[in-house]
């Protein structure tokens, strides 16, 4: 098994169970080590209704102090950064006086649309499907220039619903953004969350990965949990998903430093 480096906690407010659950279940699946990922949080008021509060922070810190001393599975503290305009102001500086063993950078609005919502397929369905992609590669691609984070998570988000561009589309957006990605010498992840989506599928899709792949961009794992019973979930499709485009080996943080292993 791999290492889970996409989890959250109560926390965020919708998901579910003791953190120590989510330990406990990594360790029954063998999964050597995870991440706690809780979603930033964001003093300008951003999104308040999937994250914690500033004050709420050191919470979140002793939450993941109890269970650190886990040797099996080894757990690291980590935290889900959202990229928009403006975020810069708070998270440049108050991310690196934290000592977290992993940031994951994410996009989750293309403008003020909180486009993966539970409620958002009817907006999909009106919407120009190519220019919110395009849209939101462009956020993707700004979040790497930044320099704040270390892995990209669930890349081709806009998928969820089942609503994307085609092929030739695709990669006009994305290889742009996976340069940016490159350079800035960040991993993207393989999320399994997606296949408890209506789009059924791993984030991102093989025709992304294959991309990353010619760009040498390192891969994580993520379950992307709320929930225990969703730690590790379906690791064996991410794994699978990963050897078909040519990888062979993964990331691994500490203390935001990255190596290698073998898959």
Same mark, same amino acid.
């Given at each position: 098994?791999? #290492?889970?480096? !996409?989890?959250?906690?109560?926390?965020?407010?919708?998901?579910?169970?003791?953190?120590?659950?989510?330990?406990?279940?990594?360790?029954?699946?063998? =999964?050597?080590?995870?991440?706690?990922?809780?979603?930033?949080?964001?003093?300008?008021?951003?999104?308040?209704?999937?994250?914690?509060?500033?004050?709420?922070?050191? #919470? %979140?810190?002793?939450?993941?102090?109890?269970?650190?001393?886990?040797?099996?599975?080894?757990?690291?503290?980590? =935290?889900?950064?959202?990229?928009?305009?403006?975020?810069?102001?708070? $998270?440049?500086?108050?991310?690196?006086?934290?000592?977290?063993? $992993?940031?994951?950078?994410?996009?989750?609005? @293309?403008?003020? /649309?909180?486009?993966?919502?539970?409620?958002?397929?009817?907006? /999909?369905?009106?919407?120009?499907?190519?220019?919110?992609?395009?849209? %939101?590669?462009?956020?993707?691609?700004?979040? #790497?220039?930044?320099?704040?984070?270390?892995?990209? *998570?669930?890349?081709?988000? +806009?998928?969820?619903? *089942?609503?994307?561009?085609?092929?030739?589309?695709?990669?006009? &957006?994305?290889?742009?953004?996976?340069?940016?990605?490159?350079?800035?010498? &960040? #991993? =993207?992840?393989?999320?399994?969350? *997606?296949?408890?989506? +209506?789009?059924?599928? @791993?984030? +991102?899709?093989?025709? @992304?990965?294959?991309?990353? !792949?010619?760009?040498? @961009?390192?891969?994580?794992?993520?379950?992307?949990? !709320?929930?225990?019973?969703?730690?590790?979930?379906?690791?064996?499709?991410?794994?699978? $998903?990963?050897?078909?485009? *040519? %990888?062979?080996?993964?990331?691994?943080?500490?203390?935001?430093?990255?190596?290698?292993?073998? $898959?």
């Amino acid at each position: 098994m791999q #290492a889970d480096y !996409h989890m959250h906690t109560v926390l965020c407010k919708h998901a579910e169970g003791d953190i120590a659950e989510y330990v406990e279940a990594a360790r029954k699946k063998g =999964i050597p080590e995870i991440c706690f990922t809780d979603h930033v949080p964001a003093p300008d008021g951003y999104d308040a209704i999937n994250r914690m509060t500033l004050d709420q922070f050191p #919470a %979140y810190k002793e939450l993941v102090a109890k269970v650190r001393d886990s040797q099996n599975p080894a757990v690291l503290f980590g =935290i889900e950064a959202d990229y928009y305009e403006g975020c810069q102001d708070f $998270l440049s500086k108050w991310l690196h006086q934290q000592k977290f063993d $992993l940031v994951l950078g994410s996009v989750h609005f @293309i403008g003020k /649309w909180g486009f993966d919502g539970p409620d958002e397929m009817k907006t /999909w369905a009106a919407v120009n499907v190519a220019e919110a992609w395009r849209e %939101y590669f462009k956020s993707v691609g700004k979040l #790497a220039d930044t320099g704040m984070y270390d892995v990209f *998570g669930h890349l081709d988000l +806009p998928k969820k619903f *089942g609503f994307r561009p085609s092929d030739k589309q695709q990669k006009e &957006m994305v290889q742009p953004a996976l340069d940016r990605i490159a350079a800035a010498g &960040m #991993a =993207i992840e393989l999320n399994t969350s *997606g296949l408890r989506r +209506p789009v059924k599928e @791993i984030y +991102p899709s093989p025709l @992304i990965l294959q991309l990353a !792949h010619e760009r040498e @961009i390192p891969i994580t794992f993520g379950s992307d949990s !709320h929930a225990p019973s969703q730690v590790g979930f379906n690791f064996s499709e991410a794994l699978k $998903l990963a050897r078909d485009c *040519g %990888y062979t080996q993964c990331a691994r943080f500490r203390q935001r430093g990255k190596t290698l292993v073998g $898959l």
